[in-house]
């Protein structure tokens, strides 16, 4: 199909796609005149994956062309590729170093891990921003106060589990190439993010409303 | 206790109370002389809050304060006091308007609720920011052509409810009046979502580690 037919059937303008195409966001089609250039389904596939990494995830551009990159590199485990894709989301601050709370917070995630047998964010560690965003998210915790059990810790791990394994059924039933995997498996990633957070305000909003009337 | 001791306790400087204290988010304490005043308990506990809101949700301050005023406004229900404080979170963008996918995201989100017996969500509909932000997520999906079935949300839902009764359980463990324990709802709420999306991430991680080794 020719750049406008891609526009109009990505939705994306042709101004955004030419943009991606010299951010080297999307490969460059294949040219069939000095003017023209004819694309494939697979450049529809991938505009989808960066409106969802930009324009949901927030990723920069620089980053997200990082993570497409490694995601679609044959030459990587496809292990790597995927970790290196949710590596580069963005991920809130580091965690504090030197201070008691971020100590006490890595071992309590490094104690959590291994109970829950997640071998891979135990290899990983420090070096996997999910890990550094959950020291940071229960050291603040702990510094405001607020409660921050190791059983409470679990009953979320345990649910985002249950979702994951949701989630990788259905990449696997749709089918598709290993990188196509990969590259659904991080917009799902990115694009129930909203969805989990909004579901849970609304239900916390619902049960409090059962409980808490006058 | 004095504004240094306020200040220790607290792990907030000095100068940050002050700031706090001109744009009234925390109440003003009890002169004791022309300089000094005197603070307590509560001003800690609300200190602990505003942290969480400010520096974990990203609250803006204005935002905060409205946050703070409607939590402990005892002429309102404590319905209303809770609903209205997670009203104010940040919720990302509006969804978009006369746009088919939003349009039939609505349908699917005002369909799943009536399917949970979510009364809160289905009575508030669009004036609660969180039921925007589940319907512009869904349509994002759908307009990505990424899944957004209904078993799967439903999935979501039931989880997002589980979460909520352990945060309630919690809160109603550690006790305190009303307003102590709206806020507690709040700051639970702001303070596990990076928790949350972590764990998720590394669920996720975890996952596609097992199922697509090479």
Redesign the interface.
């Known amino acids: 199909m020719r750049l406008k037919e891609l526009s109009e059937r990505s939705?994306v303008s042709t101004a955004t796609i030419k943009y991606y195409l010299r951010e080297r966001l999307l490969p460059p089609g294949e040219r069939v005149s000095a003017t023209q250039a004819e694309y494939g389904e697979e450049h529809l596939r991938r505009l989808?994956l960066v409106?969802?990494l930009i324009?949901?995830g927030r990723v920069p551009v620089a980053t997200a062309r990082e993570v497409l990159e490694t995601a679609e590199d044959e030459s990587l485990?496809?292990?790597t590729r995927?970790?290196a894709a949710?590596w580069a989301?963005p991920?809130?601050p580091e965690p504090a170093e030197d201070d008691p709370e971020t100590e006490e917070a890595r071992r309590q995630v490094d104690a959590l891990?291994e109970r829950l047998g997640?071998?891979?964010?135990q290899e990983l560690g420090d070096t996997?921003p999910?890990?550094g965003?959950?020291v940071?998210?229960?050291a603040?915790?702990a510094?405001?106060?607020?409660?921050h059990e190791t059983d409470?810790?679990l009953?979320?791990?345990r649910?985002?589990?249950?979702?994951?394994?949701?989630?990788?059924d259905?990449v696997?039933k749709?089918g598709g190439s290993?990188t196509e995997?990969?590259e659904?498996?991080v917009?799902?990633?990115v694009?129930?993010?909203?969805?989990?957070?909004?579901?849970?305000?609304?239900?916390?909003?619902?049960?409090?409303?059962r409980?808490?009337?006058?």
Do not use: C, K
């Open positions: 939705g989808r409106r969802a324009q949901v485990s496809q292990n995927m970790g949710v989301l991920h809130g891990l997640w071998t891979y964010g996997f999910a890990y965003m959950l940071a998210a229960i603040s915790l510094r405001l106060g607020y409660p409470h810790l009953l979320h791990a649910l985002a589990a249950e979702l994951a394994v949701a989630d990788l259905l696997e749709y290993p995997r990969i659904a498996v917009a799902l990633t694009l129930y993010e909203p969805v989990l957070l909004a579901l849970r305000r609304l239900a916390e909003t619902e049960e409090s409303g409980r808490f009337t006058d």
